[in-house]
Each structure stands twice: as structure tokens, then as C-alpha cells.
């Protein structure tokens, strides 16, 4: 790697996130929403938000050389994006890509205490991202290209994500590690008719990690059963061990060599491939012995919870930092989720992130974990890595 090169590329969806605030005990919904009515608010909170954003200036935070790349208009909300962007890093926004042709997206973020949030969404020029809008030969000399956000993307989802396919199967093929994580299909919207199970078994075989939540896979893999979960009060207490294990296999059998599903406050699942030919692309980020077939949960951290907002891509930023430095599966995870725990305890998408080297040193000093809810028949608790193992990864691993 030259130098300055980066290490982590970060591609894929971007926004602009304005939010009104409003004051205690103010008008009501019903009132703030009155046609012809004038309502006042207070100063707005601006912000990026998506993938490119939550997970890239997290890494960055964490001081891994992080290149963002998105398409965002050739307008005055695009400008605005390059400049928060900016304020993070002067050259954070090199990467940004404009379009002449599409809008910047933004979401207007309707918040008023004790009402549940409502979001007015503009895709703009995500929705016309395509492989072509990647500058392929740039990531030659980086050790990770993390895509992310592809429901939220048109031209990544439709025909089959044949977009989709086409874009990592050319990142693959400059050198990097490739890794995906997923959003929320929106269910009566075009992303969520889309057929992701062939979506996925056309590209994981270009993936090398998959990082999906575990509603998200469940809605692309196995509706009706998030539905069922659903209506019993939510998934994440329901996931017993035998849900992830098929859910992941079936992943892993599409052709991706690493599965970590997002619990929530349940933690990371990670799965792995049994096939150490399959594997070995991780060889230039770890030990690749280490990972194959392997199967972990990493509970979170305790944390004052002040917002959950972008606590996914944060554990994700995690993730890909322990990689980059080299770091066993255990201590991978066990970095992700206080990653996540950190960014819980700041309102906003990542100024809770610190350094790497105060992650490090938190976890070190005896951080609790949280207790994990959901039955885990036959794993064992492991004192030593603050882990659960399952059965059959105890038995390869010993």
C-alpha cells in the first residue's frame, strides 16, 4: 500500500439528514400538521447519514484510512454534503461523485417528543448509482471495498441486481476484501417486490463478508417467519440458535465466506465457511485458519444509551477495523460491538465513536457485558473471550 493510500473503501448510499428540532410540551401532531398553519421549530440539525457516512467516518474516527464514495447531485444540498463531510477530514469528500442529472437524496426527520418518528426520503442520485459510477482501477492497493445499502438503491436491486453483481464482482477483482451490508426493503415499495433471494445467490459468490440485521435477511430469505416472529412481540428474543445456523449455511452456500447477522441489543452472530479455499480471501487482512468454520455471538456492551442512530454501521466500522489491524474472529467481534456500545452513548450517527486505541483500552479494562436473551441450546458461555461458542465450534476450535 502506497502512502496515504487508503485501506477502506466505503461505497454506496448517501443523504442528507435535516431535522427540525421541536420543544418540549409544544404544539401537537395534529396541531404542527394543520394545512395553511404556521408552525414554529427550532434550529435544524444537519447532517450526512447512510452507509457511506455512518460506517466511513466512523472508520475514520477510529483512524483507519477510509476513502467515501457516493454520488450526490450537482446542487446546493450536494455542496452542503461535501462540506459536513469536509469538517470530518478536508479530504474525506474527494470521493464523492456528481451527477448533473439527479438530485441530492435527503430526509426531512420529523421527530416531536413522545411521537414516533416520521421520515420524508428523496433517493436522488442514489437511485442512479451504478458499477459504472465506481473508478475500479482505484481500489487496486486497498485491503477492504465495503458496499452498502443496496435496497436503497434502484439500479441495484432491478433486473435481478444485475448491477449489483457486475459492481462486486469487478471490486473483487481489483484485490480487496469485499463486504456488503444491507438496509430495510420497504415493503410496498419496488425494493420490497424485488426478488432478493436470486439477488443474493448471484452475488455472494463476489462477497467475501455479508453483514446483514437479522430482520433484513429474514425479510429476503424468509417473510413469512418474520412475520410470525413479529406479530409475538419481535425478533431479535426469538432468534434461537437454530435460526441463525440455517440462515447463515443458507448464505454460505450461496457463495459468501463470512455471514455476521445484527441482533440489536442480542449482539453479533458470526458464521463462517467450512471450506478453507473459500476463506483464504480474508489472507490479506488475518490468519485465514482462524475463521473457517466458525461460529460465534458477541454480546454488546453496557452502555448509557443516549440514541441508537447509525449503532449498526458503527459495529460494522468496527468490524472492518479489527480486520484491518489483523485481529483474531473473537477479538474481530469483540471490537465491533464496543464500537456499537460507543456510539449509542452520543445522540447523532458518530460522534460517540473514539479512537481505536480508547476502544481498546475500555474493553481491556473489564467492560460488562450485556446479559443475551435468546436460547442458545448446546453453546457455552467463554470467560476468557466474553464469547458464546456453539457446539460444533468448540469441537473444530479447541
Same mark, same amino acid.
Given at each position: ?118 421520515? +420524508?426520503?428523496?433517493? *436522488?442520485?442514489?437511485?442512479?448509482? &451504478? $458499477? ?6 482505484? /481500489? !487496486? =492497493? ?120 445484527? +441482533?440489536?441489543?442480542? *449482539?453479533?452472530?458470526?458464521?463462517? &465457511? $467450512? ?6 480471501? /480474508? !489472507? =490479506? ?114
Amino acid at each position: 500500500m502506497t502512502r496515504g493510500h487508503p485501506e477502506v473503501v466505503v461505497c454506496g448510499h448517501i443523504c442528507l439528514d435535516v431535522i427540525p428540532t421541536f420543544a418540549e410540551g409544544g404544539a401537537s401532531w395534529e396541531e404542527l400538521l394543520t394545512p395553511g398553519k404556521l408552525s414554529n421549530v427550532g434550529p435544524a440539525v444537519v447532517s450526512t447519514g447512510g452507509v457511506v457516512s455512518n460506517t466511513g467516518l466512523a472508520l475514520h474516527r477510529l483512524g483507519i484510512k477510509t476513502r467515501l464514495m457516493a454520488k450526490i447531485g450537482e446542487d446546493l444540498l450536494g455542496r452542503v454534503v461535501v462540506e459536513v463531510l469536509r469538517r470530518h477530514g478536508p479530504a474525506l469528500a474527494s470521493g464523492m461523485l456528481i451527477s448533473s442529472d439527479a438530485p441530492t437524496s435527503y430526509t426531512i426527520v420529523l421527530n416531536p417528543p413522545g411521537v414516533d418518528r416520521i421520515f +420524508l426520503h428523496c433517493p *436522488g442520485a442514489n437511485d442512479t448509482f &451504478g $458499477a459504472s459510477d465506481v473508478p475500479f482501477p482505484e /481500489l !487496486a =492497493g486497498v485491503r477492504l471495498f465495503h458496499f452498502g445499502y443496496p435496497p436503497l438503491m434502484r439500479r441495484m436491486f432491478i433486473n435481478d441486481g444485475q448491477e449489483l453483481e457486475t459492481l462486486c464482482r469487478r471490486a473483487k477483482a481489483q484485490g480487496p476484501v469485499t463486504c456488503l451490508d444491507m438496509a430495510w426493503p420497504d415493503p410496498a415499495a419496488e425494493s420490497g417486490q424485488a426478488p432478493w433471494e436470486r439477488i443474493l445467490a448471484r452475488v455472494l459468490p463476489h462477497v467475501d463478508i455479508f453483514l446483514p440485521s437479522l430482520d433484513e435477511i429474514l425479510f429476503m430469505l424468509d417473510r413469512p417467519r418474520l412475520e410470525q416472529m413479529e406479530a409475538r412481540g419481535g425478533i431479535n428474543g426469538q432468534a434461537e440458535a437454530d435460526l441463525l445456523n440455517g440462515l447463515a449455511g443458507r448464505l454460505l452456500d450461496m457463495g459468501t465466506a463470512v455471514v455476521v447477522l445484527k +441482533l440489536g441489543d442480542q *449482539g453479533l452472530y458470526l458464521r463462517t &465457511g $467450512a471450506d478453507p479455499a473459500r476463506v483464504a480471501a /480474508l !489472507a =490479506g487482512l488475518t490468519e485465514p485458519g482462524a475463521w473457517v468454520d466458525r461460529e460465534l455471538l458477541a454480546p454488546c456492551f453496557l452502555a448509557n444509551a443516549v440514541g441508537t442512530t447509525g449503532a449498526g454501521d458503527c459495529a460494522v466500522a468496527g468490524f472492518l477495523a479489527g480486520l484491518v489491524h489483523g485481529l483474531t474472529p473473537e477479538e474481530v467481534l469483540t471490537s465491533a460491538v464496543a464500537v456499537g456500545a460507543c456510539n449509542v452513548e452520543a445522540a447523532d450517527a458518530t460522534s460517540g465513536v473514539p479512537s481505536w486505541q480508547e476502544v481498546q483500552a475500555r474493553v481491556a479494562a473489564g467492560w460488562e457485558r450485556r446479559p443475551v436473551s435468546l436460547p442458545l441450546a448446546g453453546w457455552e458461555w467463554d470467560e476468557a473471550t466474553g464469547l458464546w461458542r456453539s457446539e460444533a465450534d468448540r469441537a473444530h476450535h479447541a
